[in-house]
């Protein structure tokens, strides 16, 4: 889908009326749990992905958790799959070099035959992960401001000299001039700060643990920079990132929505069942949403019969909904 100008597609999807039936997308995130433990358990649920439906696994990032480092697992799943796409929801930006990010992800992009999602972020509010990272909290956002144009431009087989406080570069390429088959760089966030740099750096953004109420405002601020910035911003590329419980939302989940979104419903940030995804679906497509990253709230048994129940969940949402069209 082409890149569509702010000032009419913007009015006619936040005017009020009702919305138009939209195709929707759904991949699946294993968050940052410990969801598997061994080769064979990653390649059970990468294959299951795949032959089940789903349009693209995603990995998150964070350090000092249990979590595995995304690119590489990607890179892995990459070898046993041929058709889903692979994201990064986030890869940490602050404290690493743009240059070698930048190789990393032009070699897993090659390896995967262009269908690596790059997604980057400030990374996790925790001590412990700036402390890994090597940098302090309040230099998190000028670091990436510097670094994602770098990346993009060495992404595209571009030489690039370019001086920052964090890094002074000059004429420096990672590739023999090819351009990686990476094609859009989203970002998270959804601070205004946040979303002020995703308008003007990047082609994407995906929220998490947010509202319909939050996702519309924060895709109307994006927008509305963007435009100011005279920059094209294709509305397609809004996503969100939930956690989803068939039958009960664990306790740890539920301590987590308490204390991190008081003033939020839990069943909007983790929904549990199928009406309750139907109506987290539908309310975030009407706020503008197409891309999902549905996380199983509970690391399942057995991953192909697991998998199964959570597709047959959102066919069976979206089937319910006015305005939803799942994406084959």
């Not at 109420?213 to 601020?221: A, D, N």
């Amino acid at each position: 889908m082409p890149p569509m100008t702010l000032d009419t597609s913007a009015a006619t999807m936040h005017t009020g009326t009702p919305p138009p039936t939209r195709r929707i997308r759904v991949g699946l995130g294993l968050g940052l749990g410990p969801m598997w433990t061994s080769r064979s358990e990653f390649a059970q649920c990468a294959e299951a992905v795949e032959d089940g439906g789903w349009d693209s696994l995603w990995l998150s990032e964070h350090l000092t958790g249990p979590t595995p480092a995304p690119l590489p697992a990607l890179a892995f799943a990459a070898a046993i799959t041929s058709r889903i796409r692979l994201g990064t929801s986030v890869t940490v930006v602050p404290g690493r070099s743009p240059v070698e990010l930048a190789k990393t992800l032009w070699t897993a992009a090659e390896l995967s035959d262009g269908r690596l999602l790059p997604i980057f972020g400030l990374g996790t509010a925790e001590p412990a992960e700036h402390a890994a990272f090597n940098v302090e909290r309040h230099e998190r956002g000028p670091w990436l401001d510097d670094a994602l144009p770098v990346i993009r431009e060495l992404l595209r087989g571009n030489r690039v000299t370019a001086r920052s406080r964090f890094f002074d570069l000059r004429d420096v390429c990672v590739t023999d001039g090819r351009p990686a088959p990476v094609r859009d760089l989203w970002m998270g966030g959804r601070a205004d700060s946040e979303l002020r740099r995703v308008a003007l750096l990047a082609d994407g953004w995906l929220a998490s643990f947010a509202s319909p109420r939050q996702t519309r405002r924060s895709i109307e601020t994006i927008v509305d920079h963007a435009r100011r910035a005279e920059r094209s911003f294709d509305l397609d590329h809004f996503g969100l990132l939930f956690p989803y419980a068939r039958e009960r939302r664990p306790d740890a989940i539920t301590e987590l929505l308490r204390t991190a979104y008081p003033a939020e419903d839990p069943d909007e940030l983790c929904p549990v069942g199928v009406d309750a995804l139907r109506r987290v679906l539908h309310d975030h497509t009407a706020a503008g949403v197409s891309k999902y990253i549905l996380v199983p709230a509970e690391r399942p048994g057995y991953w192909p019969s697991a998998l199964e129940s959570l597709r047959c969940d959102v066919v069976a949402a979206t089937a319910q909904s006015s305005i939803l069209k799942l994406a084959s």
